[in-house]
């Protein structure tokens, strides 16, 4: 005899509320009680940052991403834009904004995009930063170490981080002076 499932089954469409729900109070909580063990290991390695951009200049860079210029390659089960010349032109005003805020002063840059539709881990360099900076989010949230990240916004990585959530990104790497 099987047994009875004491309560039914929920939606497909409960489900997706639920787990909205609980990202959501998960990040209210993340807010609200951080963990101070987790801040100390980890406080250097991940910073979120907000960009002072105007929204029309972030949209700008998400549709050229859209376009057949940016020539998006899928490379390990990833699309990555081949175009990066006309990338760092397009994402001019981006890269600078975030370079302000990058001490030292960088002695070598490289800018690419990546769209994510599957968790990941963004890989670092020693002596070297990445700054994710999402442009356009197509499912769900994005989080990163359990950060949540929004178009807007863009974390300062100094280690390997793992990624979850639909977006594309721009990903500037720089090399600090030593």
């Known amino acids: 005899m ?4 004491l309560f039914p089954r929920p939606s497909h469409a409960a489900q997706a ?28 390695d991940l910073s979120i940052h907000s960009l002072p951009l105007a929204d029309s200049e ?32 397009v994402c001019n005003k981006l890269v600078k904004e975030v370079l302000k805020n990058t001490e030292p002063t960088p002695t070598e840059n490289r800018v690419s995009a ?15 930063i990445v700054d994710v900076i999402p442009v356009k989010i197509t499912e769900g949230p994005v989080e990163m170490a359990d950060k949540l990240l929004a178009v807007g916004q863009y974390a300062r990585l100094a280690r390997p981080v793992e990624v979850t959530g639909g977006f594309s990104a ?8 030593r």
Not at 17 to 44: A, I, Q, S, W
Not at 170 to 177: C, G, H, R, T, Y
């Open 114 to 128: 990546m769209k994510f539709d599957r968790p990941a881990v963004i890989p670092t360099q020693d002596g070297w």
């Open 58 to 89: 972030i949209e700008e860079v998400a549709a050229w991403l859209e376009t057949k210029d940016a020539n998006f390659e899928c490379v390990q089960n990833f699309q990555i834009c081949k175009n990066t010349a006309d990338l760092a032109k």
């Open 17 to 44: 509320t639920l787990r909205r729900c609980c990202t959501l109070l998960r990040y209210f909580l993340f807010c609200l009680v951080p963990d101070r063990k987790e801040m100390e290991t980890h406080g250097n």
């Open 2 to 5: 099987v047994p009875r499932r």
């Open 170 to 177: 721009v990903l500037l790497l720089s090399k600090l002076a």
